[in-house]
């Protein structure tokens, strides 16, 4: 198992699905973790409950990634409940609010996607280096969508997650000569709400049915991945937007 002993990380988003597979799985393996909530306390607390079963350390911080004063607080109450340094950042915030064609979107709405997936992860990011020391890792969530522009209506989810894919890269070159690492996940259809909110069910079983391994991916799929990539044993890796998709689409 992956030894994150000594470590201490901060999920933004961490209380759901995937967010919340990332928490525990960070947190079991030996990480002090700090959960991010915006709205759903009571995920939070399952979240925790879940840790804390699988002997792990965390705190609940709630908060809006979108809004610099809520980023700076769970920074604030990250290291003072563990300490200055902040070894591992996943950004996982982010979602596809609606489906909307082009001429469906309106500037407000195209703005409020690009912040709550964009800004936020800008946002955690500029917060949290000055806090992280040579080995840091940063892993962002991005999405298959960000390759191939998505399924219908959803083109501003797209861009937006194409944007946190370049992010990703350009954060690569300018932390690693500190030692920083910036990587992204860039999932298909993982078996989610967020799956079960935007995309119909015949559209999941033809995607079960047509991909090679003839499966959705489970939140801990993704999970396993950001734990190696928050570990030393990715230590060469950084500037990589890596699939998971079951092989959905290759890049």
Same mark, same amino acid.
């Given at each position: 198992? =992956?030894?994150?002993?000594?470590?201490?990380?901060?999920?933004?988003?961490? =209380?759901?699905?995937?967010?919340?597979? $990332?928490?525990?799985? *960070?947190?079991?393996? &030996?990480?002090?973790?700090?959960?991010?909530?915006?709205?759903?306390?009571?995920?939070?607390?399952?979240?925790?409950?879940?840790?804390?079963?699988?002997?792990?350390?965390?705190?609940?911080?709630?908060?809006?990634?979108?809004?610099?004063?809520?980023?700076?607080? *769970?920074?604030?109450?990250?290291?003072? !409940?563990?300490?200055?340094?902040?070894?591992?950042?996943?950004?996982?915030?982010? &979602?596809?609010?609606?489906?909307?064609?082009?001429?469906?979107?309106?500037?407000?709405?195209?703005?409020?996607?690009?912040?709550?997936?964009?800004?936020? +992860?800008?946002?955690? +990011?500029?917060?949290?280096?000055?806090?992280?020391?040579?080995?840091? %890792?940063?892993?962002?969530?991005?999405?298959?969508?960000?390759?191939? &522009?998505?399924?219908?209506? %959803?083109?501003?989810?797209?861009?937006?997650?194409?944007?946190?894919?370049?992010? =990703?890269?350009?954060? !690569?070159?300018?932390?690693?000569?500190?030692?920083?690492?910036?990587? !992204?996940? $860039?999932?298909?259809?993982?078996? +989610?709400?967020?799956?079960?909110?935007? =995309?119909?069910?015949?559209?999941?079983?033809?995607?079960?049915?047509?991909?090679?391994?003839?499966?959705?991916?489970?939140?801990?799929?993704?999970?396993?991945?950001?734990?190696?990539?928050?570990?030393?044993?990715?230590?060469?890796? +950084?500037?990589?937007?890596?699939?998971?998709?079951?092989?959905?689409?290759? %890049?």
């Amino acid at each position: 198992m =992956t030894d994150l002993s000594g470590k201490i990380a901060i999920v933004t988003g961490g =209380t759901r699905d995937i967010g919340r597979a $990332c928490s525990i799985q *960070l947190a079991q393996a &030996g990480a002090k973790v700090a959960v991010n909530y915006c709205n759903n306390k009571a995920a939070g607390e399952e979240t925790m409950a879940a840790i804390k079963a699988a002997g792990g350390e965390a705190i609940l911080v709630k908060g809006d990634m979108t809004k610099k004063a809520d980023v700076d607080a *769970l920074v604030a109450a990250t290291t003072k !409940a563990f300490g200055n340094d902040i070894h591992v950042l996943v950004n996982n915030v982010g &979602g596809l609010v609606a489906r909307k064609k082009l001429a469906e979107m309106d500037e407000e709405f195209l703005n409020h996607v690009v912040s709550l997936n964009m800004n936020s +992860t800008f946002l955690a +990011t500029q917060a949290v280096v000055p806090h992280m020391p040579k080995g840091g %890792s940063i892993v962002n969530l991005a999405s298959l969508a960000g390759r191939d &522009g998505g399924g219908g209506g %959803s083109a501003a989810y797209a861009l937006s997650k194409a944007a946190v894919m370049a992010f =990703t890269r350009a954060m !690569a070159k300018e932390l690693g000569p500190d030692g920083i690492r910036s990587n !992204a996940l $860039c999932p298909g259809m993982i078996d +989610t709400t967020f799956h079960d909110t935007f =995309t119909p069910d015949h559209v999941r079983t033809h995607v079960e049915n047509s991909v090679p391994l003839r499966r959705q991916g489970k939140s801990e799929d993704c999970a396993d991945l950001v734990v190696y990539l928050a570990s030393d044993k990715s230590s060469y890796i +950084t500037g990589a937007n890596i699939d998971i998709n079951g092989g959905m689409f290759f %890049s």
